[in-house]
């Protein structure tokens, strides 16, 4: 059964997107059958993995509003073994009923044993409606922590939050780990968050930091993760290294 991971944070602006995209694409490149969930009807983490085709999310619309276990919701990307559920096309529902929370983990089991991996992309809000849907579908969740002062000071609402989710729904959710992204080395306030994470966080951080890159920053105008387009670069590599850090820990 696949292991469904889920990119939160209260915060925008802090890599998110990236990583989702990235994280999935790199598994997938280490020879994982990875399924990359796009739940923010932005849309960011499907035009970044090069798919153009509105139906699909259209169609992951109706099968939550319908519950429609049997909808073809998943595509194709830029990766043989990287497939994708599109963002859907608006905010789902306008009136939730008693339930609804849980339509995503319903929609999800019989996808799961096709998948080593499920990576979902959520919009900057974990208390709304696809955020919760993907957080209780999830066996863990994993932090992106901007190196900087505020996005360092909202990570407790984060982590308050995803409590207060976790003993509502009764759930057994896990913290995967806290990633520092946007890294500037050498520059002093990214060098004082990566000391007091390192001191505070500890072993809930991972080892891999991502750097401040221009190109992971517009790598989703070539519709390809950096992992894809640019093997090379640093943040590319850092990718890599999370992806592998999270395969050795489950080996652990």
Do not use: W
């Not at 429609?68 to 595509?75: D, H, M, P, R, W």
């Amino acid at each position: 059964m696949g292991r469904t991971i889920c990119i939160v944070s209260q915060k925008g602006g802090v890599g998110k997107t990236i990583t989702a995209v990235n994280l999935a694409a790199a598994l997938a490149i280490l020879g994982k059958r990875t399924l990359l969930i796009d739940c923010d009807p932005q849309g960011s983490a499907t035009a970044s993995v090069g798919i153009f085709d509105k139906k699909s999310g259209r169609a992951f619309q109706r099968a939550l509003q319908e519950t429609n276990l049997s909808a073809e919701i998943i595509t194709h990307s830029c990766l043989e073994l990287l497939k994708v559920i599109p963002a859907p096309s608006e905010i789902l529902p306008n009136n939730a009923m008693p339930g609804d929370e849980r339509l995503l983990h319903a929609l999800l089991t019989r996808f799961r044993d096709e998948f080593d991996y499920i990576i979902i992309d959520t919009a900057a809000a974990p208390a709304s409606f696809m955020a919760v849907n993907a957080i209780i579908t999830s066996d863990s969740v994993l932090i992106p922590l901007q190196c900087e002062l505020l996005a360092f000071q909202s990570l407790r609402h984060t982590l308050g939050t995803l409590i207060y989710i976790k003993n509502k729904y009764r759930l057994k959710l896990k913290l995967e780990g806290i990633l520092l992204t946007m890294y500037d080395k050498g520059e002093d306030v990214s060098e004082r968050i990566v000391q007091s994470a390192r001191k505070y966080i500890r072993r809930r951080l991972f080892k891999a930091v991502i750097p401040r890159s221009t190109q992971l920053r517009e790598s989703a105008s070539f519709r390809r993760p950096l992992v894809v387009h640019n093997a090379e670069a640093s943040g590319a590599q850092s990718y890599v290294r999370l992806a592998k850090e999270i395969l050795d820990k489950k080996k652990g």
